[in-house]
T-cell receptor
């Protein structure tokens, strides 16, 4: 089963609002990845984080690798309708190859 | 640059049958991983292949198997299908296994398997 706790499970926001979601784990991860999945598609990589404390942006998206290496958050600023989808966090354990452990996802809905 | 290609996109099988799914990674990527996605269990790791060798395996029964060819293409096989095997099967490719940017996983669109 999943080892990452992702919250919130869903969000229904107004266009233009900022969004924040996070993932926590009981395990220490070496890498945190954030993905977005739209209906009928595979997850698309948004941001990758490699070092504790790292803060990385990709356009209106910003993600941080927690200092304890057990958590990460993703912020989306000034949301737009095309941000709709399911956002997943994924962690990679040390010496686990490319095996990713996924959070349960945050379903984002944006009202124009 | 072409992305990860999975075939077929959709598949309907009967209980007890077996199925083979195919994945062609991004050109130059040598690591291929497979995941099962269901509404109840989310995204779960099946196995990872690199240089034609299975490097990691998730907690799935032996009915689930895979292989990788010398050109890095991969197949996964599910034998004696059960209703609970209905899921979206996703393949992800990375340049290399390990840590750092070269391990970033890029997913295909998936194969939607329905077992009836």
């Amino acid at each position: 089963g999943q080892q990452l706790n992702q919250s919130p499970q869903s969000m229904f926001i107004q266009e233009g609002e900022d969004v924040s979601m996070n993932c926590t784990s009981s395990s220490i991860f070496n890498t945190w990845l954030w993905y977005k999945q739209e209906p009928g598609e595979g997850p698309v990589l948004l941001i990758a984080l490699y070092k504790a404390g790292e803060l990385t942006s990709n356009g209106r998206l910003t993600a941080q690798f927690g200092i304890t290496r057990k958590d990460s958050f993703l912020n989306i600023s000034a949301s737009i309708p095309s941000d709709v989808g399911i956002y997943f966090c994924a962690g990679q354990l040390f010496d686990a190859g490319n095996m990713l452990t996924f959070g349960g996802g945050t379903r984002l809905m944006v009202k124009p | 640059k072409a992305g990860v290609t999975q075939t077929p996109r959709y598949l309907i099988k009967t209980r007890g049958q077996q199925v083979t799914l195919s994945c062609s990674p991004i050109s130059g990527h040598r690591s291929v991983s497979w995941y099962q996605q269901t509404p109840g269990q989310g995204l779960q790791f099946l196995f990872e292949y690199f240089s034609e060798t299975q490097r990691n395996k998730g907690n799935f029964p032996g009915r689930f198997s895979g292989r990788q060819f010398s050109n890095s293409r991969s197949e996964m096989n599910v034998s004696t299908l059960e209703l609970g095997d209905s899921a979206l099967y996703l393949c992800a490719s990375s340049i290399l296994p390990g840590q750092g940017a070269r391990t970033e996983a890029f997913f295909g669109q998936g194969t939607r398997l329905t077992v009836v």
